[in-house]
Nanobody, 119 residues
């Protein structure tokens, strides 16, 4: 069984920084892409950033220049460094990963971590 566990959320003032981490564990053969999504109250879940196993990255326009995604393939972890946070970044942040297991490839999600940015 595979699990994704996020950590690092919290409350921060506008202009501040937070670092989110996500660790994948279990019977993992390999991991293709890993990423972060977020969902604000009353809104749809949206892509924040994702990174391939080769290190190619994609960012939402709203976070370009402020957020940086990185991963450690040896540890099966993905981090999201967030700076210059804005109140509109407030959301539950979810880690996801496209993981190869014995029975095939599947998309896994973490449980989410709350990020609250006060004005």
């Amino acid at each position: 069984q595979v699990q994704l566990v996020e950590s690092g959320g919290g409350l921060v003032q506008a202009g501040g920084s937070l670092r989110l981490s996500c660790a994948a564990s279990g019977s993992i053969s390999s991991i293709n892409y890993m990423g972060w999504y977020r969902q604000a109250p009353g809104k749809q879940r949206e892509l924040v950033a994702h990174i391939t196993s080769g290190g190619s990255t994609v960012y939402a326009d709203s976070v370009k220049g402020r957020f940086t995604i990185s991963r450690d393939n040896a540890k099966n972890t993905v981090d999201l460094q967030m700076i210059s946070l804005k109140p509109e970044d407030t959301a539950v942040y979810y880690c996801n990963a496209n993981i190869v297991v014995a029975t095939g490839t599947r998309l896994y999600w973490g449980q989410g971590t709350q990020v609250t940015v006060s004005a």
